[in-house]
């Protein structure tokens, strides 16, 4: 069996694999969509396609909507051209449950896979296309939220968006240029409405995707590139919406496990690849079972009824509540302890970590104790029973491959949020954030897993992050083993507002990571001696 759209049509031995197959004609949809798109999608990774994709088949099944998405990449171009093309856009979704049992599902809802490089003139002229039919209801991205960044820490812009100023429109490289770009030949040609609306896991992040394509606009606009009809258009939310969402669902690298277990049904070619930007893809992609995506109703152009799949539709203030419930307390800050803490104890599965007695206290600490206490309720989700499901259910499942090493990746740009806005919380509410342990510790484990060293004194591989060059520059001269070559040199990144939206100093805890930092690098077991002494 093959997962392309001739490959389906053995229909029994699908079954025989336990696969569920669309019930819809997958080619008749793909036509429709084309004809005339509803719905783009930027960031063509492994939670679009099995979250995502997965609403929009399930909108389908449902005979709620005829077409699916449309997808388009903007930062690995390979994803197109191996994982989509050779297999008809299909994709194989598998559920992992923590009895160690599967679902297996095909989904057909990802209709039509475009490369968004300007360069490439019939994709992009494609996209032009697509952006010109005043149909077009939304446009949703999953492109990390790394991918909205303008600016580095100092506070200029990243050379390659200095480029894009420069270029113009019509040369865009970067994800925010090329939207910006397509959004202006919407305005140039039929100025309809649009919802643009970013599903990325971080905070206020339809206010930072706008922010980022009005900056670019601004930019081109002094430029002379655009009109400042095209600012107003971008600005008007009546006509161009950024609605804010929360996005949830643990969406791990696809397992060797799966993969045999595919093979072994007789599924053929399933073998992940990596591509050369180091994206680890496959035709499958595994994930956890529970999901959650709440999005702000504000769809000036009207939208898909994804009420009936299971979204949360409501306002921006509860929106920002569960976001900020998930993102600062009870999900996110407990896997960013888990994964740097992880590194460094050399641990190879988040699951297992949960069988630590220190780092299970550590995240107990970190999201019912520390977090809850300036959490808002939302009203439409509990925080008390979302925190237990992520502690007692999702993170200990062991048949989640998820790993450390992926949930550290682009650790820089997350600790503000997951962190700093609970620090910023206590200062509003007490004065100061020096009631806090265990979010200190887990910064502290941060800085000690930059070291690249393991608790052992073994040298082990960072996790990609777009700081890593400069924040281990600031951290050169210390030695693990030798604590008295730390003279200091956290300062600059503990008191750095731009990496965690406040000083930790003036928050009142600077200090009390710099010692927790300094009993880290005593030597070898000193990582663990640490947990232990603030997690008895």
């Known amino acids: 069996m093959k997962l392309t759209l001739e490959g389906l049509k053995e229909k029994r031995a699908w079954e025989k694999a336990g696969v569920c197959l669309p019930s819809y004609d997958i080619e008749k949809t793909a036509e429709e969509t084309k004809k005339a798109p509803v719905w783009v999608h930027f960031g063509a990774g492994n939670i679009f396609r099995i979250f995502i994709g997965g609403l929009a088949d399930t909108l389908i099944e449902k005979g709620e909507s005829k077409k699916g998405i449309t997808c388009v990449e903007t930062f690995d171009f390979d994803v197109i051209d191996k994982i989509y093309a050779p297999y008809d856009n299909l994709v194989l979704a598998v559920t992992l449950k923590a009895d160690g ?151 791990p690298r696809p397992a060797d496990s799966v993969c045999r277990e595919l093979e072994n049904a007789g599924i053929e070619d399933m073998a992940p690849v990596i591509t050369s930007k180091k994206t680890y893809i496959a035709p499958f992609v595994n994930a956890e079972g529970p999901q959650y995506l709440v999005i702000e109703d504000k769809f000036p152009n009207g939208r898909p009824a994804l009420e009936k799949a299971g979204v949360y539709m409501t306002d921006r203030d509860t929106v920002n509540k569960v976001e900020r419930m998930k993102v600062t307390t009870c999900l996110n800050p407990l896997h960013t302890a888990l994964a740097v803490y992880g590194c460094v104890l050399g641990y190879d599965l988040i699951a297992d970590e949960m069988k630590d007695e220190q780092l299970n206290k550590l995240v107990h600490q970190i999201g019912p104790v520390e977090g809850m206490p300036v959490v808002t309720h939302p009203g439409i989700l509990s925080p008390a029973d979302f925190v237990k499901e992520v502690i007692e259910v999702r993170i200990p499942n062991p ?136 997690m008895a």
């Open 101 to 251: 049992s599967t679902d297996k599902r095909v989904l057909g809802s990802l209709t039509e896979a475009i490369k968004a490089q300007s360069s490439d003139v019939s994709q992009w002229n494609r996209l032009k296309e697509i952006f010109k039919d005043p149909g077009l209801q939304m446009i949703s991205f999953t492109i990390t939220e790394k991918g909205y960044a303008l600016k580095g820490a100092d506070g200029t812009y990243f050379p390659f968006i200095q480029a894009d100023i420069e270029n113009g429109p019509e040369k865009a490289v970067s994800a925010m240029a090329v939207v910006c770009a397509l959004l202006y030949e919407r305005y140039k040609t039929v100025k309809a409405p649009l919802a643009v609306v970013s599903m990325d896991n971080c905070s206020h992040n339809g206010e930072k995707l706008q922010s980022s394509i009005v900056t670019m606009a601004k930019e081109w606009n002094k430029k002379g590139f655009v009109e400042e009809g095209f600012v107003e258009y971008i600005t008007d939310e009546s006509r161009v919406s950024f609605p804010w969402s929360m996005i949830d669902k643990i969406t």
């Open 399 to 534: 048949f989640m491959p998820d790993t450390p090493q992926r949930i550290a990746t682009d650790t820089s740009q997350k600790v503000g949020i997951r962190y700093g806005e609970t620090i910023k919380s206590y200062v509003a509410k007490y004065g100061d954030a020096k009631k806090l342990t265990a979010i200190p510790l887990a910064i502290a484990g941060w800085c000690r897993y930059l070291l690249a060293v393991d608790d052992e004194g073994k040298a082990f591989e960072l996790s990609a992050d777009p700081m890593i060059p400069e924040l281990t520059k600031q951290l050169e001269g210390i030695v693990v083993g030798k604590p008295e070559t730390y003279t200091g040199q956290l300062k600059p990144i503990l008191s750095n507002g731009n990496i965690f939206g406040i000083d930790l100093y003036e928050a009142g805890i600077g200090e009390l990571i710099e010692n927790m930092f300094a009993e880290e690098i005593a030597g070898p077991g000193a990582v663990r001696n640490v947990l232990k002494k603030y």
